[in-house]
C-alpha cells in the first residue's frame, strides 16, 4: 500500500505565496519522477512541474519563474514553491510519484489540495 499525503494549500492574495509539501509513505522500494499538477474547475488536470529523482527539473511555461520544485529523497517528499500567485493558479493541486513496490513501477496520485488566489 502506497499513500501520497499533500498539505500546504490554502487561500492566497495575488502576489502571495504558497508551500505545496507532499509525501509518499508505504511499501516503498524506490520512487523515480515526482511531480504536481492541477485541476482548475472546467479544465483537464495539467502538468505544473516535474523533478526527477537525480533532481532534473521542468516546468509548465504559465509557472516559469514563479514556481520551484524540489525533493528530499531521504523524507520522500516533493515540494512546490509558489510565488507571485495569481487567480489563475487557483486550482485543486494533485502530487504524482512513479513508484517501485515489491511487484512493479507505478503511478500513484495523493487526494489534492486547493489552492485559492483571491482578494
Known amino acids: 500500500q502506497v499513500q501520497l499525503v499533500e498539505s500546504g494549500g490554502g487561500l492566497v492574495q495575488p502576489g502571495g505565496s504558497l508551500r505545496l509539501s507532499c509525501v509518499v509513505s508505504g511499501s516503498i522500494f524506490g520512487i523515480n519522477a515526482m511531480g504536481w499538477y492541477r485541476q482548475a474547475t472546467g479544465k483537464e488536470r495539467e502538468l505544473v512541474a516535474r523533478?526527477?529523482?537525480?533532481?532534473?527539473?521542468s516546468y509548465a511555461d504559465s509557472v516559469k519563474g514563479r514556481f520551484t520544485i524540489s525533493r528530499d529523497n531521504t523524507k520522500n517528499t516533493v515540494y512546490l514553491e509558489m510565488n507571485s500567485l495569481q487567480p489563475d493558479d487557483t486550482a485543486v493541486y494533485y502530487c504524482?510519484?512513479?513508484?517501485?513496490?515489491?511487484?512493479?513501477?507505478?503511478?500513484?496520485w495523493g487526494q489534492g489540495t486547493q489552492v485559492t488566489v483571491s482578494s
Open positions: 504524482n510519484a512513479n513508484v517501485r513496490t515489491l511487484a512493479r513501477w507505478r503511478d500513484y
Open positions: 523533478v526527477t529523482r537525480e533532481g532534473t527539473t
